[in-house]
């Protein structure tokens, strides 16, 4: 298994067999908040993580080639107004089913974690869905802790 930055050759294949289901099992869990965009539906593309130095996404592939899990994040300055270095923020950890609880997104994440340090970033921080017990376990053996709620409202 390698941890990589993806080849222009697979840009494609990873919207379609990792972007894709892991922007629909968000909108499965939270339709109102995760309400996907006609483009997410059909052509997710990886344009927004290419095109900026301050985000990233890497993926994992197995040996012959198969996209199995996908990690993206960024560097989230900090204000000024606080005496800390950034963070690095993870905004979507997928693995295809199949090959999940095999250490690809501990890997994942590794890589992510590495990729901050290298920016500068002092802190690791991320959301998961109050109802994902699953993923808040997983964080947690990871060694996250809670350290705030996020709230939210429609307005």
């Not at 909108?27 to 908040?33: A, L, T, V």
């Not at 965009?37 to 080639?65: F, N």
């Amino acid at each position: 298994m390698e941890i990589r930055d993806p080849r222009p050759d697979e840009h494609d294949r990873i919207g379609t067999e990792l972007l894709r289901p892991g922007y629909r099992e968000a909108e499965e869990r939270e339709p109102e908040y995760c309400n996907l965009t006609e483009q997410a539906r059909t052509t997710p593309g990886l344009d927004s993580w290419l095109d900026d130095d301050d985000r990233t996404i890497l993926v994992a592939v197995t040996d012959d080639g198969e996209l199995v899990g996908s990690v993206s994040g960024a560097v989230s300055p900090t204000p000024p107004i606080y005496d800390r270095r950034p963070v690095v923020y993870c905004d979507g950890l997928y693995v295809k089913p199949e090959y999940r609880r095999e250490g690809i997104a501990t890997d994942l994440l590794d890589r992510l974690v590495d990729w901050g340090r290298e920016r500068g970033c002092g802190f690791f921080s991320l959301s998961v869905h109050v109802d994902n017990e699953s993923a808040t376990e997983f964080f947690e053996a990871y060694g996250m802790e809670q350290a705030y709620r996020s709230m939210r409202a429609s307005i």
